[in-house]
């Protein structure tokens, strides 16, 4: 399902429907993103500890309905917190639904699987790009 395409043969952006994932490398994308990590933990603060799980999604999509239309997002760490116990890429998917957006990627990307944080550490996670309906850019 999961796609990877050069920069360079992306073809124009309404003719997509599904999640683009840029590299961090592409520095004319990521300097135009946004930052949402901060919204996202001022929507979840306010909510009990044992409910942000559930409400993860919805306070993603919420920081994203104040968006422009088809904005590009970074820093979304808070969203791998191992508290929440979510698959990431599938909450991306699934917002993205909701609400069209593309994402500048915060780990590394090698042998077809993004990788967030390193081995070791308890936020870190690897996703096969083809388990997700995803492109991803580099």
């Known amino acids: 399902m999961g796609e ?3 920069y360079h ?4 952006r309404n003719s997509l429907y599904r999640l683009l994932i840029y590299s961090k490398a592409i ?12 919204p996202i933990a001022a929507e979840l603060v306010d909510l009990k500890p044992s409910r942000r799980t559930m409400q993860l999604e919805k306070c993603f999509v919420k ?6 239309e088809q904005p590009i997002i970074k820093d979304i ?32 990307f ?3 699987k993004l990788t967030y ?6 936020d870190y ?13 580099i």
Not at 9 to 12: T, V
Not at 63 to 68: A, G, I, M
Not at 125 to 137: F, H, L
Request: hydrophobic letters at 40%; charged letters at 25%.
């Open 27 to 38: 520095s004319e994308i990521a300097s135009k993103a946004i930052a949402v990590n901060k």
């Open 77 to 108: 760490d808070v969203l791998f917190n191992p508290a929440y116990k979510v698959d990431v890429m599938k909450l991306l998917s699934s917002a993205y639904k909701q609400k069209q957006f593309s994402l500048v990627w915060p780990g590394t």
């Open 9 to 12: 043969h992306l073809p124009e």
């Open 110 to 112: 090698s042998d077809g």
């Open 63 to 68: 920081v994203l309905e104040s968006l422009p």
């Open 4 to 6: 990877i395409l050069q």
């Open 125 to 137: 996670r690897v996703y096969e790009i083809n388990d997700y309906d995803i492109m991803y850019v």
């Open 117 to 122: 944080s390193e081995e070791g550490y308890p």
